[in-house]
T-cell receptor, first 112, second 115 residues
Framework: AQSVTQPDIHITVSEGASLELRCNYSYGATPYLFWYVQSPGQGLQLLLKYFSGDTLVQGIKGFEAEFKRSQSSFNLRKPSVHWSDAAEYFCAAPLGDYKLSFGAGTTVTVRA | EAGVTQSPTHLIKTRGQQATLRCSPISGHTSVYWYQQALGLGLQFLLWYDEGEERNRGNFPPRFSGRQFPNYSSELNVNALELEDSALYLC??????????????FGPGTRLTVT
């Protein structure tokens, strides 16, 4: 079955340090892939998306993600984390008929 | 441009009652999706509406139902509420029948608490 997996449940990073969140997918064809962010008690905000073309995609808030077919991965990165980046991050992909399948999420804690 | 809006923000109901949640999509979007985010269960797809019709539903009992109005806004109804229905209900919208159909934009959610 098609799915996305986020191996890390929780990551703690120091403010100003770099951040990388992992996402693995299992699909036959080239997938559409998304990263969303959810602040506490809020809805989901779309950070970036991959449909095709350049494997390195830029998003909002200084985030980027790289699609690697050989590793079935779509990892999210940010060079320098700000305290406001503390949130839960979800990787997602369509599971047929446009409905999205989400990973379990990775909670990011930023320490001063 | 206004984003997806949902009402109410919070809803407290008693077990056995009915709950109605509302969603207005982004202008120009015809598809509306409902997701449930329950503690420990992650984000699960509930329902998808487009052009007033239910296109797909997730693995939820029939007491979860909804509809889409001519202006593309949508309602989610949950009948015979159970304690485990307590969750954040998220609505999303997208275009349909284009490559952008996969790109969904979410509202702030309705927090439903069943006591």
């Amino acid at each position: 079955a098609q799915s996305v997996t986020q191996p890390d449940i929780h990551i703690t990073v120091s403010e100003g340090a770099s951040l990388e969140l992992r996402c693995n997918y299992s699909y036959g064809a080239t997938p559409y892939l998304f990263w969303y962010v959810q602040s506490p008690g809020q809805g989901l905000q779309l950070l970036l998306k991959y449909f095709s073309g350049d494997t390195l995609v830029q998003g909002i808030k200084g985030f980027e993600a790289e699609f690697k077919r050989s590793q079935s991965s779509f990892n999210l990165r940010k060079p320098s984390v700000h305290w406001s980046d503390a949130a839960e991050y979800f990787c997602a992909a369509p599971l047929g008929d446009y409905k999205l399948s989400f990973g379990a999420g990775t909670t990011v804690t930023v320490r001063a | 441009e206004a984003g997806v809006t949902q009402s109410p923000t919070h809803l407290i109901k008693t077990r056995g009652q009915q709950a109605t949640l509302r969603c207005s999509p982004i202008s120009g979007h015809t598809s509306v999706y409902w997701y449930q985010q329950a503690l420990g269960l992650g984000l699960q797809f509930l329902l998808w509406y487009d052009e007033g019709e239910e296109r797909n539903r997730g693995n939820f009992p029939p007491r979860f139902s909804g509809r889409q109005f001519p202006n593309y806004s949508s309602e989610l109804n949950v009948n015979a509420l159970e304690l485990e229905d307590s969750a954040l209900y998220l609505c999303a919208s997208s275009l349909y029948r284009t490559s952008l159909s996969y790109e969904q934009y979410f509202g702030p959610g309705t927090r439903l608490t069943v006591t």
